[in-house]
């Protein structure tokens, strides 16, 4: 079992408080701020299979009922003490063998796969680039960029394809 808490939200509790997302500074902040819920959980719940980045977090257990007693605590906790709550919808208790979406990425035992979304936009890229809206040194930096990151998960197949699809319409635009 995994309960899935965060969601990238964690750290906007109105519309008057939080950090810029995607800001390197709200990354940082966000470390040092919930350094007291890693020392929560850690220390004073003892839960050993907590993994946290940034304000997405996953605790892993086999025991639902304790799953559901730990997201109980955990959400007190930051309710209490950091005045911030858990995301509604994104935190929840899932089995593992459905997949984790964790850090971009669905997150499985034994393996890990991009997101839907993930690929359906860089393959809009290469779109844009093949009706000649964008030019092949802004497709050549997002395909860069977008590998970098995409070969960390199962990816081998898709990433040749759209760098395959990319050279052919390189190939067409300069023939």
């Known amino acids: 079992m995994v309960n899935v808490s965060g969601g990238g ?32 959980v850690k220390h004073e719940l003892k839960i ?3 993994i946290r ?70 393959k809009r890229k290469v779109e844009l680039y093949s009706n000649r809206i964008i030019d092949f040194n802004i497709i050549r930096g997002s395909y860069q960029g977008w590998q970098a990151y995409a070969k960390w998960a199962n990816t081998y197949k898709i990433r040749k394809e759209i760098r395959k699809s990319i050279i052919n319409v390189f190939k067409y635009i300069n023939n």
């Open 9 to 40: 939200e964690a750290l906007f509790v109105n519309n008057n408080k939080g950090m810029p997302l995607g800001n390197l500074t709200s990354q940082f902040f966000a470390n040092v701020y919930l350094n007291e819920l890693d020392y929560f």
């Open 53 to 122: 980045y940034v304000d997405d977090f996953i605790i892993l257990n086999k025991s639902k009922k304790q799953l559901e007693i730990w997201k109980e605590q955990v959400d007190n906790f930051l309710r209490e003490r950091l005045k911030i709550e858990l995301h509604k919808q994104k935190s929840r208790i899932i089995q593992l063998k459905r997949g984790v979406d964790f850090v971009g990425f669905r997150n499985f035992y034994h393996y890990r796969l991009l997101r839907k979304r993930n690929i359906k936009s860089m």
């Open 48 to 50: 050993k299979h907590y």
